[in-house]
């Protein structure tokens, strides 16, 4: 109960946070003496740029676009819930220290990144500063609804945020961090066109192998539940259909009246799979697949979610491997 209370507390978290801010080592002195004997043009072209991204997938784009002319790090895990990551002082250092701040956005981070950006006291990873990403600008954004509400507890008010589950979104990202790190060190621009470029043939012909293998397993057309609304993006690339949820809204968790009604309904549609991020807790996913007779499956929805799943293009392989095992009867 005191953690579902936290969880909704995002303002507390990011008061806490900035008081944690100001009682770090050094909180008080400037963040960067420069020297005057030091040539600080010659010494900044030689130093990586620092990259801060709230999740491991984007991280991992951000790796492909800046190879080693980029330090990057992921505030979060792949198998943390990242619309609920418990901040840490050491988020605070790595954000202080950050060239480049890249956010999912569409309020995904919204109960712990705000608080963070504030305490970090670094302003150009503030939104609008030159640093500052939203790694979701230019996506066609799924599930938008007609009035923004966060009422009863729906964590997706600005639209569906889990669009780094479409190949073809991870490549409107890597265009939104070429154009991030052109913008911060333009004398490289020409090393990130062409990494980009190399990452859109790669992707390219990597999907259309991810959309063989599905259509080859029989996910294409399968009607499918899942827990939390972390797939319809992926759905879409992959040709399935999410016909209904465990939580009754994101974010907001199942009551036994939902579940009752949930398995009903998968047993007169002949739902097939029951997809479950690894972060929520499995006994009620396999109550849920008992009684109703779908397959479980517990799906990395990100990079790092497993060690299969190092990075962009193994996740897509690691999601495909175990939807196949599942269909096939190996996930029984
Ligand atoms: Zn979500």
Known sequence: MIIQLLRRAPRWTGAILVALALLLPGA?????????LVQVGTALAAERIRVVTTTQDLAAIASEIGGDRVVVESLSRGYQDPHFVDAK???LVKLRKADL?????RDLEIGWVPG???GARNPKILPGGTGFVDA????????VPTNVSRSEGDVHPLGNPHYWLD?????????NIRNALSRVAPEDRALFDARFADFEARLAKRLDGWKKAAAAMGLSGTKVVSYHRSWPYFAHAFGFDVIDYVEPKPGVPPSPKHTQGLIASMKSQHVKLLIVEPYFDAKLPQQIARESGAALVILPPSVGATP??????TLFDTQM???GGALSGGGK
């Open 321 to 323: 491997a175990l939807l």
């Open 116 to 118: 963070l950006l504030q």
């Open 136 to 143: 979701s600008a230019g996506v066609s954004l799924l599930e």
């Open 89 to 91: 002082p050491s988020f």
């Open 167 to 175: 190949p073809e979104n991870g490549l409107v990202v890597a265009a």
């Open 101 to 105: 701040f890249i956010e999912v956005g």
């Open 28 to 36: 008080r002195m400037p963040v960067f003496q420069a020297d005057p």
């Open 308 to 313: 299969q799943a190092a990075d962009y293009f």
